[in-house]
């Protein structure tokens, strides 16, 4: 299947299927005699894999770190916990997914400490002003 097929099987765009491949998240899959890319069903697999690993929250380069093993996922699913791949388990060495989940974690305690003072200064009565009398 051509590049506008694929990327419509996948759920994305021709443009975000060159990206992938040039970020080393595809392998560059084989041409036609016109120089075409011709994808197959496993090449959709990994691209909806990719995809779902993106809408998780990883980044290009968080998937990019693990590319070399995103094979040994299953089907288009993410595997339980602790398997190899990405999953940051003792198969994989990684630790992509325990590194993007401390981040986010940061992250929303930054933004809760945020709010919380943002909330506290609402909340506050306003100073009363002093007035000079002249």
Known sequence: ????????????TPRALRLYEQRGLLLPPPRTSSGQREYGPRDIARIRLVRQLLTLGLTLEDVARCADRLDLLEGDTLPPYGSPGCSGGSGSGSG??????????????????LR???????????????????
């Open 1 to 12: 299947m051509r590049i506008g097929d694929a990327a419509a099987a996948a759920g994305t």
């Open 96 to 113: 992509v997914v325990q590194r993007r989940i401390a981040a986010l974690d940061a992250e929303i305690a930054r933004l809760t400490d």
């Open 116 to 134: 919380d003072r943002l909330a506290s200064a609402v909340a506050e009565p306003p100073r009363s002003q002093s007035r000079s009398q002249a």
